[in-house]
Each structure stands twice: as structure tokens, then as C-alpha cells.
């Protein structure tokens, strides 16, 4: 008998079935077992399989018996396939997964002392279009699915062979543009995979309304705004789609996602030399934030072939941060890794340059 489908992952509206189990709590594996006519604790064990094991295929479950074995092969899991891996000197790898439809997303695994962070994509490209971000100038093409986004952390798990201690919703993709699967998968890392909730982080440039929506889940996650701009006009520059989304827009809606979820927020920065990076803008950034629970997160600029932008000296980012601390601003500078392999914030194209 072949087996059923997980009822839970029928779309209500297509009533087409939605094959991977990856995402699948223990619950959902549970019934889903059941109604294989096997006993509820192989959902247990399937559980433990998929997330703790990594298992690629069902039927390399050696538990289950070898003719249950035979008719799950074929069900998919929902893995991706490692297409190319680059390891910068600083230890960073950056992976290109193949999904199953083909398609090709970046997925970067950041070691650093005891923790192993991964920095997920959640669509392939990117709609939103930052004028220095490398995603944005490969345009669009879909969503990324629940499984799709934890294969990527199980992926770097695998691979590295040491359990994931954080993950940053900072890859490919503007993650409130993909809100159902990003808290599926929110979910699932937290509960399936045991990841802390406040160990993942969402990286956002801002959608209406999107914000104060998944403040509304009450979730200990960390949320970082991508600002870049201490005003309107510059930022409408740098991130076009902020033109309908004035700043002050995103602001009050940033402050009402701290007083739901009393999480204070973080806004990145990135650090363009000449263009936002003056003693002025500094000034004009701790004025937007001034009494708001928030910390500042500076990146100086990533280099990508299609712009001349150009990182900051040191110099000026030191002045940049003095100017916030002088204000009383909670401030501190990422040098992005694995800048030597294309892994760093904004690089990623999914090209194996
Ligand atoms: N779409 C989300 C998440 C992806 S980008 C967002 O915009 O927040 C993750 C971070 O890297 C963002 O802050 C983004 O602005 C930054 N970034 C993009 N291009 C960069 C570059 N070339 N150099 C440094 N940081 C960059």
C-alpha cells in the first residue's frame, strides 16, 4: 500500500499535496505515522530522525521495518543537495543548495569560538532591489517553503558536525515578504530542530504593517530593521522600496513592536563611504532614535561588482561610532565574515564567483 499523504500539508485551497516532511512537528509526524496504520511512536522516532539525525532518506530509517521502509524511499523529506561549497580563510562556508525544482539559493555557515551561526535565505533572489546589495540586481523568482528554510540550517549542521547555535534570517530574500513559512520554520527551529528562540534572528527593510503583525506573535526572537538612513530622502536612495514606507512610518511601527513584545530592536546600518557615513548622519540617526530601546548595528560596506560604492577608512567609521555613543546610542560594528568567498552581508548571487 502506498502511503498517504500528511493530511496536514494539503493546501485547502488546491487540495494539492504538499510532499516534504521537513517542517512537520511532532505531532503532524505523529498522525501522519497513524494513518500509515503504524503505532503513534513512530512519530517519535521519525521525529528524531529528521531533525536530530539529519536523515536524507526515509528509507534509511533502519527502526522501521524493512518493508515500511521500501514504500517510504519515494516519499520526500525535503533536503536540498549541496551544488558548490566555498570555504573562506576565516573558516565561514558558503554553500550553494540545489532545491528540488532546481532552482539555486546561498546559505552561509559562520563559525565563531563555541557558536555556529547560519545565515538563511528565505526566497530565491529578491524582490526588494537595495541599490548595493548583490540579491537585489538578480531579481526575483519565489518564496522559499518551511523545509526549505530548515534544510539550510541542517545542511550547515551536517556539514560542519556540530550542533547549530544560532540563526540569522539575513540571506537572500526579504523574509516579511515570505511571513507564513519564515514563522513556520521560526517555529520549527525553536521546537524541532532546539534552537532558542533568542538565538534567532529576523532581518528586515521594512514591509507595512508586517512588523507589528509578528510582534503580535509574542515570539523572543531578535528583530533587526534595516535602516540605513538617518532620513527619507537618502533612504528612498539606497532601498527603493521604501518609497511608499515613509521613515517614520517604520519607526513608530519598530517602537510598537518593542512594547509588544519588549524586545528591543536592532537597526542595521550599513556604512557607504561619502554617501551616509558623515558626522551629520550620525547625528540625524541618534535624533530618529532617541529614547527607544534599540541598538545600532553598523556594517561597513561589502564590495559587489555592479556599484562603485565604497567601504569607509576606519577612521571614519570610529568617528561615525563616537558621534552615536556621545548620544548615548547602543552601537557596535559587524565586519561581516567570510568576505575572501563572497559570503558576506549583500554578496550573495547565487554564482560561484
Ligand atoms: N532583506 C533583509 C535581509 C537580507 S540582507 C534585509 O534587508 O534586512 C541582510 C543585511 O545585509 C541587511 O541589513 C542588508 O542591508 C545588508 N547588506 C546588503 N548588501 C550589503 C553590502 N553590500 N554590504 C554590507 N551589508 C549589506
Redesign the pocket.
Known sequence: MPATPLVSLVDSKTSEIIPPLLGASVTELTAWVQQQGQPAYRGKQLHEWIYQKGVRSLGDISVFSKQWRQELAEIPIGRSSIHHRAVAPDGTIKYLLQLADGQIIETVGIPTDKRLTVCVSTQVG?P?A?D????GKGGYKRNLGRHEIVDQVLTVQEDFQQRVSHVV???M???LLNTENVLAALKCLNQDVGIGQRSLTV???GIRDRIRQLAEHHLQITL?V?L?APNQTLREQLIPSARPYPLEDLLAECREYVEITGRRVTF?Y?LLAGVNDLPEHALELAKCLRGFQSHVNL??????AEVDYKRPTSDRIQAFVKVLKQQQIAVSVRY?RGLEADA????LRASKN
Not at 548595493?132 to 540579491?135: G, H, K, R
Not at 556594517?299 to 559587489?304: E, K, Q, S, V
Request: charged share 5%; hydrophobic share 35%.
Open positions: 529578491c526588494m537595495c548595493f546589495c548583490a540579491t534570517f539575513m540571506g530574500g526579504e523574509p532581518s528586515t527593510v533587526a534595516s540605513h542595521e550599513i556594517i561597513p560596506y561589502n564590495p559587489i561581516s558576506a552581508c549583500g554578496q
